[in-house]
């Protein structure tokens, strides 16, 4: 069982940046893969990022590929998201999961568990 708690959403104006935390509960935190979507109002969940167990590989949307950076640290329990030049069409609420699967991908499906979202919004 793992708990997912995502922190860091706000308000910044266009071109601004933040860093998304997720902090993980367990004592198996490094066994899993991690990613990073996002559901802003009407729309679908979206994928936006994913990372191994041990960090060395990553996998991006194109929408947020040289923008937005994934990483972790196994010893905090914890996944980043750092968001650079960020648009207003990355307004949305920002979602951590988790999968005990050894994949990188991008299907909502494949990720058993999810924390409860920090929005961010970005103004033009």
């Known amino acids: 069982q793992v708990q997912l708690v995502e922190s860091g959403g706000g308000l910044v104006q266009a071109g601004g940046s933040l860093r998304l935390s997720c902090a993980a509960s367990?004592?198996?935190?490094?066994?899993?893969?991690m990613a990073w979507f996002r559901q802003a109002p009407g729309k679908e969940r979206e994928f936006v990022a994913a990372?191994?167990?041990?960090?060395?590989?990553?996998y991006y949307a194109d929408s947020v590929k040289g923008r937005f950076t994934i990483s972790r640290d196994n010893a905090k329990n914890t996944v980043y998201l750092q968001m650079n030049s960020l648009k207003p069409e990355d307004t949305a609420v920002y979602y951590c999961?988790?999968?005990?699967?050894?994949?990188?991908?991008?299907?909502?499906?494949?990720?058993?568990?999810w924390g409860q979202g920090t929005q961010v919004t970005v103004s033009s």
């Open positions: 999961a988790a999968t005990p699967l050894a994949v990188v991908a991008g299907s909502t499906a494949l990720y058993r568990y």
């Open positions: 367990g004592r198996t935190f490094s066994s899993y893969a």
């Open positions: 990372i191994s167990w041990s960090g060395d590989n990553t």
